[in-house]
């Protein structure tokens, strides 16, 4: 009787043992997503910004307070029917120090300004001033009508910039088999990604406190991303509380 139980509670350990080796390889699944996601965005800002006269005025870079970057996905459907992507959003710490955590989040609807149907598009966005930063932590936000957006500027510097442009919170851009241009992204709605912020910290951590607070660590998988955003701005922006 005593060896029969010996082996049920043998049995139950290596079953338990089991589950949890499930549940830990399906949770490093879900942050290697993550990951991967954080990785494509700082080969997106390598790449556009690797070319000076194609890329982002640098006067501009330099003022920003946040990057946000929606790498390409496959079917990533971008025009009248519609739009889908999973990006990062990058603030300065207090907006006007080093590069700090990233908040994970969604995007959806509007046309983007191009029709450029299912093919690879990556997209990148600025924001220009705390206000732009404070509304896209709300839990949704319209751009367009939430937060004034604009398509940015292309080159070396932003001295072509409309009014439109340099009144705008934010300035987006896409790219789009090389092509790399200046962008509208009104009408598209931006979601935080709660479940992808909790699997990359670990915790359940809101938007506000990743970005505003300067508190978070920066992961690991961030690193890459990070580094790209020093190479190409390591100061800049504007102080939150001077311009809240």
Known sequence: MRKLLNILICFSCLTTCAM????????????????????????????????????IPQDLVDKAVCVGVIPSELKFALGVGGSFGRGALVCRRGGNGRWGAPSMFTVGGGSFGLQLGGQATDVVFIVMNAKGAQKLVQSSVKLGADASVAAGPVGRKAQGATDLQLRAEILSYSRSRGLFAGVSLEGAVLKQDDDANQRLYGRTVVPREILFTGTVTVPRAARPLNAALAKYSPRGGASFTKTS
Not at 27 to 51: C, F, H, W
């Open 20 to 55: 949890a080796l499930d549940k830990e390889k399906g949770q490093d699944k879900e942050i290697t997503k993550e990951a991967e996601r954080l990785q494509k965005a700082a080969a997106v800002v390598n790449e556009v910004m690797g070319t000076p006269d194609k890329a």
